[in-house]
């Protein structure tokens, strides 16, 4: 059951690939694209599409250059190689302004302005897009009841939690009515119940209509949010598809964990029709196909053991190693 890769490496100084074409209906193609800082390569010759109203997430470790193409596509970084279109317009430095206005961007850190109150942040965000008062206030008043922060309008920023700012930050990105919606890390740092609220709402604007690109260390955030996803390691795109399509290809169905040692399972894995992966625990088994469950827990025996469904996680730590990263 050694998966094979979803994307075939883009090319390098080694030897181009050919760039895919691209859709009517791409609302973000990047292709080729590359960057360098200090002589290292953080993105090498990635192609990336997201269509209208899809949500795309992309995943990888520290340093895969997952930061580094949000803020090329975003205006944000030059481009180093290769080009990127958002909304067909070519990205560079005399378009840069008629993207951004058709884009929200929700940062990973909070940049909210601790001296106004929650309002004022929108009503003050409304108008670098040149929206006038009389649509801005009832816009933002609108947003705050989406994001469940009418009654606290008159707050300071600095009287919210960290939940509460996170809300309104993605409210904020939300005052121009953005064709392209992009998150970098959207739930980072919140509890179970806010983080839940953030993709209850997400999931309802993208039902509506606006498309999304992310950005998550958190494998049930794209399994919950996420139409397509990009896995990146390295500066490349290694792996692409739904969640439910990459568990499938690269975890199976089912998992079960061994808590001490089994060399014995690892060997035998073949013929059980399972794959094996030796953790500091013990092993972990990955099946294709649920029917191998019983002879596999037979072997087992009375060994320590946990029983799971497949899921993302398993396929981003198969893909990207387990290591850690700076």
Not at 181 to 210: C, F, I, M, S, Y
Not at 259 to 266: K, T, Y
Request: charged share 30%.
């Amino acid at each position: 059951m050694e998966p094979q890769p979803d994307v075939a490496p883009a090319g390098d100084a080694d030897g181009e690939a050919e760039p895919r074409a691209i859709a009517p209906d791409v609302v973000v193609a990047a292709r080729a694209l590359s960057k360098e800082f200090s002589g290292r390569r953080a993105v090498r010759a990635i192609d990336l599409d997201v269509r209208e109203r899809e949500c795309v997430g992309i995943l990888g470790p520290n340093g895969a250059g997952k930061t580094t193409t949000i803020r090329m596509i975003t205006c944000q970084s030059p481009i180093g190689d290769g080009e990127i279109r958002v909304f067909g317009i070519p990205v560079e430095r005399r378009t840069e302004r008629a993207i951004k206005a058709r884009l929200g961007i929700v940062p990973q850190d909070d940049n909210l302005d601790p001296d106004l109150s929650v309002l004022t942040n929108l009503l003050v965000y409304a108008s670098y897009y040149g929206i006038p008062s009389r649509v801005a206030e009832p816009r933002a008043r609108e947003l705050l009841a989406l994001f469940a922060l009418e009654e606290r309008a008159g707050d300071r920023i600095d009287t919210l939690s960290g939940g509460l700012k996170r809300r309104l930050t993605i409210a904020r990105a939300l005052i121009n009515r953005p064709q392209l919606l992009v998150l970098d890390e959207p739930t980072t740092g919140l509890d179970p119940q806010a983080r839940h609220l953030v993709w209850e709402k997400l999931r309802e604007l993208n039902r509506t209509g606006t498309t999304m690109l992310l950005t998550t260390h958190y494998m049930e955030e794209a399994a919950q949010l996420c139409d397509r996803v990009l896995i990146f390691d390295d500066g490349r795109v290694i792996a692409e598809g739904s969640p439910r399509e990459l568990v499938r290809r690269h975890a199976g169905e089912e998992v079960v964990e061994v808590f001490e040692p089994a060399r014995d399972l690892a060997e035998a894995c073949g013929a059980l029709g399972c794959r094996a992966e030796t953790t500091p625990e013990g092993v972990r088994l990955f099946l294709d196909d649920a029917r191998s469950l019983p002879p596999l827990l037979e072997r087992v025996g009375n060994r320590p053991f946990l029983h799971r469904a497949a899921n993302l996680e398993d396929v981003f730590l198969h893909l990207t190693k387990r290591e850690l990263r700076d």
